[in-house]
């Protein structure tokens, strides 16, 4: 929903399409009400997330997340294990710690790095549609992106009705 667009159908007042980077999902509903209720359930979904580029700022990364030894300094001395074995541990569990951190921070940023580009391709389709270039026409640059999105993300029409319906279904 982040990277995706829609509008309703012209011509016919049950229909409307999601256009996304790679895909159009044409849909349509049993009455014109079902689909305001759509449009309405789309439009608040999309609300929820904020349209600024995502490397301007990666805070779902705190950059001075720290981790404590102590509790497990306490327990290893009650049990009698020496000094050296405790602090020999407490080395091994902060290069572990820091390890993970590490390889979190590079999935984070390849993430929104990845976001960037498919918001990119996203208002270059959308510049491509309104100019008159039909979507089987407009092609991707690079083939190797473009399969790596449809890989990643060719289940994006699963996860969207899987979240909306049941929302839909309750009102």
């Known amino acids: 929903m982040q990277i995706s667009s829609f509008r309703e159908s012209r ?19 049993y009455s014109s009400r079902e689909r305001v209720a759509w449009i309405e359930a789309l439009t608040s979904t999309r609300s929820l997330f904020s349209l600024k580029p995502f490397n301007d700022n990666l ?24 000094e050296g074995l ?9 290069s572990e710690f820091s390890e ?3 390889q979190y921070k590079v999935l984070c940023e390849d993430r929104c790095n990845l976001l960037d580009t498919l918001r990119q391709l996203e208002a270059s389709n959308i510049e491509a549609e309104s100019s008159g270039i039909h979507s089987n026409e407009y092609q991707l640059m690079k ?9 990643k ?15 839909l279904q309750q009102e």
């Open 86 to 94: 405790v602090k020999d541990c407490e080395r091994i569990m902060l």
């Open 153 to 167: 993300y060719g289940g994006m029409s699963k996860v969207i009705f899987n979240y909306l319906v049941p929302a």
């Open 11 to 29: 011509s016919d007042d049950r229909r409307f399409y999601i256009f996304t980077a790679t895909k159009t999902l044409h849909l349509r509903t």
């Open 143 to 151: 083939n190797d992106f473009s399969n790596l999105v449809n890989a």
């Open 100 to 102: 993970v951190q590490g």
């Open 59 to 82: 805070s779902i990364l705190p950059s001075n997340v720290s981790i404590s030894t102590e509790k497990l300094k306490k327990r290893l001395l009650e049990e009698g294990i020496g």
